[in-house]
């Protein structure tokens, strides 16, 4: 069955987020693109996406990827997204997925020997992946599950779990913990805000309570302190804004490790 991009654009109304419209890629033969985009909306998650047929296959994983073998990641496969949406990055300030983006971490991706047909393994819920990325490399699976005993019909036909394999990049190392930043432009969930609008859910906050909306509340706040530092006099900058600046100047990591 064709990959197709109409779920996306049903979701979505172009009017009002920035995120890219669902327009295919025309293949190529370059190498498959892979990203990772920490996404804080309802709940905090990462998106997986790996390129496929002009389109971003993608996976919504709550706790994020993990470098150990014995953790299995769950993984709900959510609808296809287009090419362009790997660099995304930004705040979406209402409707679906309303929240701040980050494109943690991006690279190519390959099937391994036997899964190069990568819709027959979709279909069959395994398949077996080499990632090349900056914080994620080596052997991984994806591997469909029955969902959770009492859970929807729905769910159990989207749930996956995303498992590190035993190599050399494998490891006890907390990823998400020790590399929480952007990888194209090092900032963070509050930079991000600042760098938009910390007004933008003045009213409207996409989650109010519990864990999610502490962390709304304490990165609105400190969006509103950063945009604060710059507003200040030209001729007085203050400690933050002068910082801010000099990381404003250094390339963004992905940059300067493509220059190598
Ligand atoms: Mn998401």
Partial sequence: ???????????????????????????????????????????????????????????AVPKGPSLNPKDKRLAMQTEDHPFSYGEFEG??????????????????????????????????????????GFKLKGSWVLVRTRGRPGGSERDASRSWLLIKHRDSWAGELDVTAVAPLSIETERDFADVLAADNPDVWSSNRPAQGGETGAMFAKIIKRAHELRQARAE?????GKAA???????KKKPAAKRAAKK
Avoid: N
């Avoid at 920035?18 to 985009?37: G, I, N, S, W």
């Avoid at 002068?242 to 404003?248: M, P």
């Fill in 1 to 59: 069955m064709p990959r197709d991009l109409a779920e996306y654009g049903k979701k979505r109304d172009f009017t009002k987020t920035p995120e890219p419209p669902p327009e295919k890629k025309a293949p190529t033969d370059k190498q498959l693109y892979f990203c990772v985009q920490k996404h804080l909306a309802s709940h905090l998650h990462y998106d997986f996406r790996l390129e496929h047929e002009g389109v971003l296959l993608s996976w």
């Fill in 91 to 132: 705040v979406i300030p209402e409707g679906y997925g309303a929240g701040i983006v980050l494109l943690w971490d991006r690279g190519t991706w390959k099937p391994d020997p036997g899964f190069e047909d990568v819709s027959k393994a979709l279909a069959k819920g395994e398949l077996k992946l080499a990632l090349d």
């Fill in 233 to 237: 006099p030209s001729g007085t900058p």
């Fill in 242 to 248: 002068k910082s801010a600046k000099k990381r404003a």
